[in-house]
């Protein structure tokens, strides 16, 4: 297959902490821009490369080995990393990431920059937010480094998140993922309407939902009436083994009628074109449709495949 043109490729990438608890964070992502302090440093000694001397103004402040070697070499990658490089930086629970034009400046308050290439990025390749709740604890580590600047280890990891791509051993857990819920549609579709319903109760379970009433209570075109004890969020679920679009749509203007829950899950097994169709045309979000795809992944990420193994053995 041909490389993608289009995917970022970087030999190396930098984690860059932004002021001294983040402080320059917000405002370094606004202005885009890398932002050093570093006072002590001469200016025109790191443009012009005179490490030396760089490294007699640091022991000014420390004479600590390690920490001066430390020090210079943050000092070296801040004026000396290429165009090449990416950097990153962690800001309001997402990974930010960017690449940087050569030039340094040097500000009347000491504070050195560099000019962001195009803006900072919260965003992999395909739109979808950077969150720091969706990253390897590996990389969200650097968080914990105590200096300013630090190479990031597993780079691959790295570009294929921002590439929004995965990388081989993942993309075949992926696949096997995928393969599993394929195998179990034939298993959800022969459930007995009355074992439909006990999946989707056991699959709202898994994720928390507390039942509030029992099937066919006093509410007669609800299955299942749960709550979140976290969130105090109350939903409704109705489970039908077969329907048609007519069905769906008399349920959905029920509920727009009521709107007596925050969200309403049309749960079903059927497969219809016309009624998928009808749904992919639906732009009520809080009216949600479960078919038999959103089924089988529910039902494997709750680790309820053996329970539909037995079923069907």
């Not at 917000?26 to 030396?52: F, K, M, Q």
């Not at 899950?265 to 016309?274: A, I, K, L, M, S």
């Not at 809080?286 to 309820?304: P, T």
């Amino acid at each position: 297959m041909a490389p993608d043109p289009t995917a970022i490729r970087a030999p190396r990438a930098l984690f860059i902490k932004l002021g001294t608890g983040g402080d320059w964070e917000a405002d370094c992502i606004a202005r885009g821009e890398l932002r050093l302090g570093y006072h002590e440093v001469s200016h025109a000694a790191c443009v012009a490369g005179d490490w030396t001397q760089v490294d007699e103004g640091l022991r000014t402040t420390t004479r600590d080995a390690g920490a001066l070697t430390r020090h210079l070499n943050q000092v070296r990658e801040f004026y000396e990393a290429g165009e090449d490089v990416l950097w990153i930086t962690f800001f309001s629970d997402r990974l930010w990431w960017c690449r940087a034009h050569r030039g340094v400046t040097q500000h009347p308050n000491g504070d050195k920059t560099r000019a962001v290439i195009g803006a900072w990025s919260d965003q992999d390749l395909a739109g979808a937010p950077l969150l720091k709740g969706r990253l390897s604890g590996k990389l969200l580590a650097l968080q914990m480094y105590r200096g300013t600047i630090c190479s990031v280890g597993d780079l691959s990891y790295l570009l294929h998140k921002i590439n929004a791509t995965a990388e081989p051993h993942v993309a075949q857990a992926q696949a096997a993922f995928e393969q599993l819920q394929q195998a179990l549609h034939p298993i959800i579709r022969a459930l007995h309407p009355s074992d439909l319903e006990i999946l989707v109760d056991l699959v709202f379970r898994q994720a928390g939902w507390q039942r509030v009433g029992v099937s066919g209570g006093t509410e007669k075109d609800i299955d299942l009436d749960l709550i979140s004890l976290v969130t105090g969020e109350r939903i409704a679920v109705q489970v039908k083994a077969d329907t048609r679009v007519s069905e769906w749509r008399a349920y959905r203007e029920k509920y727009q009628r009521t709107r007596s829950y925050s969200r309403f899950y049309f749960v079903t097994h059927c497969d219809r074109p016309e009624l998928l169709e009808a749904v992919r045309q639906s732009e009520d979000a809080s009216y949600v449709f479960w078919g038999i795809d959103q089924i089988a992944a529910q039902a494997v990420r709750g680790g309820l495949t053996g329970w539909l193994l037995d079923k069907a053995s």
